[in-house]
């Protein structure tokens, strides 16, 4: 896989349509208008290619969700996943070792027996199994203290940078535009519509913008009076070395397992494990230094759920940002008081498996045709103080 085409020349006076945001949602967006003939699309990184949420080892893809437009969402990216490597020519390391959710109370159990019925009437692989067979797909778990479980094995994960890394590319072969280094420092609305892209390096005339740029979304969207509600917020992940096992046994391959009680979650990496959990005490803020202060919380959790994990240790690991909302589900859409403002953030983790179909649906958006979802759900205006009928978004398979 060659490297994409990018540049620090000088920017274009004019583009159709500027993407703010060079990570895998803003690369997606941007292939998907490009491919649909929409001439002159600029992306516009302030850092270089994939380097924000989207810089990390692997990303999870699944259709294993709770709310229908997720399931979707996720269940049209996997398809796009599974024919990356013959559309685009790129190992994307694409490995199906399906999820595996441990329900740990009665109530765990009644939730995700109504999402995985949910998620088969959608098509997705997902279904209950007794402990039995958790015990067979993950050794590694104490079924002794679950009263459940679901396992999807459509799903997996691969590796964001070489998705990035190929829509920029086939970005560029279509004649669209890459620029890394880039800050955007206002928008012009002063028309009454988007007019411009104002940045540290000039202003690109334009008549419509995407912000795509994840944990930085909400400045982008003060600078048009368009409020979008994310914040950044820490996560980190740490990998065990090989000899890290028991025994000394390489470790068995596993789902991508995760305790809904605790939000622990590993699966295999290089020859170790890959460790995470979600910290619910991490404050919100741009900080990306990878530290341990998450380890006694994974430990004590994987001392119940997954003894042979806890204490484990570590070899290195990778700090980065969520993306979070108030519900932590994605807003997608257009703006309703604000001509050519579209959006595309707030994935809060779900952002690399559900960037292929966003991209799609965000280039039906601007051309004016009906998307093969409604997003209505996922509209900015749920978080409004009369939303207007929207409503939140209440997702169970989150972590």
């Given at each position: 896989?060659?490297?994409?085409?990018?540049?620090?020349?000088?920017?274009?006076?004019?583009?159709?349509?500027?993407?703010?945001?060079?990570?895998?949602?803003?690369?997606?967006?941007?292939?998907?208008?490009?491919?649909?003939?929409?001439?002159?699309?600029?992306?516009?990184?302030?850092?270089?290619?994939?380097?924000?949420?989207?810089?990390?080892?692997?990303g999870g893809v699944r259709a294993t969700f709770s709310d229908p437009g997720n399931v979707l969402l996720g269940k049209r990216s996997?398809?796009?996943?599974?024919?990356?490597?013959?559309?685009?020519?790129?190992?994307?390391?694409?490995?199906?070792?399906g999820y595996l959710f441990l329900c740990r109370s009665d109530a765990e159990v009644a939730a995700v027996e109504a999402s995985t019925?949910?998620?088969?009437?959608?098509?997705?692989?997902?279904?209950?199994?007794?402990?039995?067979?958790?015990?067979?797909?993950?050794?590694?778990?104490?079924?002794?203290?679950?009263?459940?479980?679901?396992?999807?094995?459509?799903?997996?994960?691969?590796?964001?940078?070489?998705?990035?890394?190929?829509?920029?590319?086939?970005?560029?072969?279509?004649?669209?535009?890459?620029?890394?280094?880039?800050?955007?420092?206002?928008?012009?609305?002063?028309?009454?519509?988007?007019?411009?892209?104002?940045?540290?390096?000039?202003?690109?005339?334009?008549?419509?913008?995407?912000?795509?740029?994840?944990?930085?979304?909400?400045?982008?969207?003060?600078?048009?009076?368009?409020?979008?509600?994310?914040?950044?917020?820490?996560?980190?992940?740490?990998?065990?070395?090989?000899?890290?096992?028991?025994?000394?046994?390489?470790?068995?391959?596993?789902?991508?397992?995760?305790?809904?009680?605790?939000?622990?979650?590993?699966?295999?990496?290089?020859?170790?494990?890959?460790?995470?959990?979600?910290?619910?005490?991490?404050?919100?803020?741009?900080?990306?230094?990878?530290?341990?202060?998450?380890?006694?919380?994974?430990?004590?959790?994987?001392?119940?759920?997954a003894p042979a994990l806890a204490g484990r240790p570590l070899e290195g690991g990778w700090a980065g940002l969520y993306e979070n909302?108030?519900?932590?589900?994605?807003?997608?859409?257009?703006?309703?008081?604000?001509?050519?403002?579209?959006?595309?953030?707030?994935?809060?983790?779900?952002?690399?498996?559900?960037?292929?179909?966003?991209?799609?649906?965000?280039?039906?958006?601007?051309?004016?045709?009906?998307?093969?979802?409604?997003?209505?759900?996922?509209?900015?205006?749920?978080?409004?103080?009369?939303?207007?009928?929207?409503?939140?978004?209440?997702?169970?398979?989150?972590?």
């Amino acid at each position: 896989m060659t490297s994409p085409a990018t540049s620090r020349a000088p920017l274009p006076a004019h583009a159709e349509v500027v993407v703010v945001g060079g990570g895998v949602m803003g690369t997606s967006i941007a292939f998907h208008l490009a491919e649909a003939g929409v001439r002159d699309v600029v992306v516009l990184e302030q850092g270089t290619l994939g380097s924000g949420s989207s810089a990390k080892p692997l990303g999870g893809v699944r259709a294993t969700f709770s709310d229908p437009g997720n399931v979707l969402l996720g269940k049209r990216s996997l398809e796009t996943y599974e024919g990356f490597a013959e559309r685009f020519s790129t190992d994307i390391g694409l490995r199906q070792v399906g999820y595996l959710f441990l329900c740990r109370s009665d109530a765990e159990v009644a939730a995700v027996e109504a999402s995985t019925d949910m998620q088969q009437s959608l098509g997705a692989s997902g279904r209950m199994i007794d402990l039995e067979e958790v015990a067979r797909l993950n050794p590694l778990v104490d079924t002794s203290v679950l009263t459940g479980a679901s396992f999807s094995p459509r799903d997996g994960y691969a590796e964001p940078a070489r998705v990035v890394a190929a829509y920029a590319t086939a970005l560029t072969s279509l004649g669209g535009r890459v620029h890394e280094g880039v800050t955007v420092t206002g928008i012009d609305t002063s028309g009454g519509a988007v007019e411009a892209v104002e940045t540290d390096r000039g202003t690109i005339r334009t008549g419509a913008v995407v912000v795509a740029a994840g944990a930085w979304s909400a400045q982008l969207g003060a600078m048009a009076g368009v409020p979008l509600p994310v914040v950044p917020v820490r996560r980190q992940i740490g990998f065990t070395p090989d000899s890290a096992n028991p025994g000394g046994r390489p470790y068995p391959t596993v789902p991508f397992t995760l305790d809904l009680s605790t939000t622990l979650y590993f699966h295999n990496y290089a020859g170790g494990m890959l460790l995470g959990i979600s910290n619910a005490d991490e404050p919100e803020g741009f900080g990306r230094m990878f530290d341990d202060a998450w380890v006694p919380a994974f430990d004590e959790a994987a001392g119940v759920v997954a003894p042979a994990l806890a204490g484990r240790p570590l070899e290195g690991g990778w700090a980065g940002l969520y993306e979070n909302t108030p519900d932590h589900n994605a807003i997608i859409g257009a703006s309703r008081h604000l001509d050519g403002f579209f959006y595309a953030t707030g994935f809060s983790g779900h952002g690399f498996l559900q960037a292929p179909a966003v991209g799609e649906v965000v280039r039906d958006l601007y051309r004016g045709v009906e998307p093969f979802l409604d997003v209505t759900p996922f509209d900015v205006a749920r978080f409004d103080p009369d939303p207007e009928g929207h409503a939140l978004l209440a997702e169970v398979h989150i972590i």
